[in-house]
């Protein structure tokens, strides 16, 4: 089996979709124009998404009061400070910056919304590379 999406309940969905395609580069693959505004985001591997929607059926979590190891969105990032000093100029807030032995470097953030959001460099990969970023290396 492969991971398809995870799936978020979230305050402003039309927004945060927005923001994340804006500032980190995710995709709208389908959209709801109406309530509960389910909206599906892609990477740009194409091959997982996230699903956020305000729906009343139940609480949406107090993701700012929520301690960021609970609930996280973690990016590959190629260069974590400058990606944190774009995303702080664009309403992210920062949270904590880590350097593991390994060779990782992590930094938390939360979105405007209050949603952490994790930088990882990691100093093995722990993914695959696509066919295009091995083309991108060579």
């Given at each position: 089996?492969?991971?398809?999406?995870?799936?978020?309940?979230?305050?402003?969905?039309?927004?945060?979709?927005?923001?994340?395609?804006?500032?980190?580069?995710?995709?709208v693959i389908r959209q709801m124009a109406a309530?509960?505004?389910?909206t599906f985001l892609a990477d740009d591997s194409?091959?997982?998404?996230?699903?956020?929607?305000?729906?009343?059926?139940?609480?949406?979590?107090?993701?700012?009061?929520?301690?960021?190891?609970?609930?996280?969105?973690?990016?590959?990032?190629?260069?974590?400070?400058?990606?944190?000093?774009?995303?702080?100029?664009?309403?992210?807030?920062?949270?904590?910056?880590?350097?593991?032995?390994?060779?990782?470097?992590?930094?938390?953030?939360?979105?405007?919304?209050?949603?952490?959001?994790?930088?990882?460099?990691?100093?093995?990969?722990?993914?695959?590379?696509?066919?295009?970023?091995?083309?991108?290396?060579?």
């Amino acid at each position: 089996m492969k991971l398809e999406h995870f799936a978020l309940n979230v305050e402003n969905p039309i927004a945060m979709a927005a923001w994340y395609v804006t500032n980190l580069g995710l995709r709208v693959i389908r959209q709801m124009a109406a309530a509960p505004f389910t909206t599906f985001l892609a990477d740009d591997s194409s091959r997982i998404m996230i699903e956020i929607y305000l729906n009343p059926v139940d609480e949406v979590l107090p993701y700012r009061q929520m301690n960021p190891l609970l609930v996280h969105l973690a990016f590959v990032s190629a260069d974590p400070n400058t990606d944190k000093d774009r995303l702080v100029a664009a309403g992210a807030e920062m949270v904590s910056d880590q350097r593991l032995e390994d060779g990782s470097h992590l930094v938390m953030l939360r979105d405007p919304w209050g949603l952490a959001v994790q930088l990882c460099r990691r100093g093995q990969p722990m993914l695959a590379a696509t066919e295009n970023e091995h083309l991108a290396e060579a």
